[in-house]
């Protein structure tokens, strides 16, 4: 079976942070999970998710700071309200909720993010990969001709 692909959006200042201290330490998580790193997880906006998706990613996972600790403030609370709606929209997209997730790391936490990066990449190799370039809508049905207007059947 294929290797899964976990998209993870790291914000700068605490989850990268985060992703380095695992490097440092010598922690070592999936190859198959990419790691983009954006200002604030508040930065992720839904189209972003789904353009993950949509590219190919079989997860995408958002780490941020943990609460309070966001060095815009509010960044990681907007981005947990968002990831709350957008993860009861995943199915009308075709996608599990299971492969989408929130959590917070911070620069410290290592270990934190191997675990985290780890236990997601995990789930999505359980589930088949995600097929959406596939997945094209059923053409529509096209209506029998109908007599015209004016016309009269024998
Ligand atoms: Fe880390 Fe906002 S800067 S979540």
């Not at 911070?106 to 997945?135: F, I």
Request: glycine share 12%; net charge positive.
């Amino acid at each position: 079976m294929p290797e899964p692909r976990l998209l993870v959006f790291v914000c700068n200042f605490c989850s990268y942070g985060g992703a380095d201290k695992a490097g440092g330490l010598r922690l070592d998580y999936p190859a198959g999970a990419r790691l983009v790193r954006v200002m604030c997880s508040g930065r992720v906006d839904p189209q972003l998710v789904l353009h993950g998706f949509r590219a190919g990613a079989d997860g995408v996972l958002i780490l941020g700071c943990h609460p309070g600790d966001c060095h815009f403030k509010e960044g990681n609370h907007h981005a947990a309200r968002r990831a709350a709606l957008l993860a009861t929209l995943l199915g009308q997209f075709g996608i599990e909720p299971e492969r989408f997730a929130i959590d917070w790391v911070s620069a410290g936490e290592g270990e934190r993010l191997q675990r985290v990066v780890t236990e997601m990449y995990d789930r999505l190799a359980t589930m088949p990969r995600l097929q959406l370039a596939r997945q094209r809508p059923a053409p529509m049905a096209q209506p029998e001709p109908g007599p015209r207007p004016g016309s009269v059947r024998p």
